[in-house]
């Protein structure tokens, strides 16, 4: 498969030998050519000239945009950190400490868990369920 996808590709393309002195003689004619059928092709059907121009500024807003705030792999903020919290310099459980707010006048608490966890409040499950599944609150979570 790969081998005809690579010889049409090929055959597309310009010869080698066709670049030289005489290459682009054909060329000033092909374009007048094309230059004539987009006039007429715009005088038969004249909503493509609002098609073009409505596609090119659709296209004109969607650069301007990611050139001025462009996307990237993730959404997050810094926080300020404790300096010195890190766990291996505290012996603790794991856990970070961080200010409240990055203001590091407050208080400092400890950051919640790297798992993702969701609390979901109101839920009635048989107690030997919620023991086994409900950590919130548990030491060491």
């Known amino acids: 498969m790969s081998s005809i996808i690579g010889r049409s590709a090929f055959r597309a393309t310009r010869?080698?030998?066709?670049?030289?002195p005489t290459a682009g003689a054909g060329a000033r004619e092909k374009q007048e050519a094309g230059q004539k059928v987009l006039k007429s092709a715009g005088k038969k059907d004249p909503e493509l000239i609002v098609l073009f121009t409505i596609m090119s500024g659709a296209f004109a807003l969607v650069g301007w945009h990611f050139s001025r705030s462009p996307?990237?792999?993730s959404s997050e903020n810094p926080v300020a950190k404790v300096v010195g919290s890190e766990p291996w310099k505290t012996g603790g459980s794991?856990?970070?400490e961080y200010h409240p707010g990055g203001d590091a006048n407050q208080p400092k608490k400890e950051a919640p868990s790297a798992l993702n966890t969701v609390i979901i409040p109101n839920v009635n499950l048989p107690k030997e369920l919620h023991e086994?599944?409900?950590k919130y609150g548990k030491e060491g979570y």
């Open 15 to 20: 010869s080698l030998r066709a670049a030289g």
């Open 132 to 134: 086994k599944y409900n």
């Open 71 to 73: 996307t990237s792999s």
């Open 94 to 96: 794991g856990k970070y």
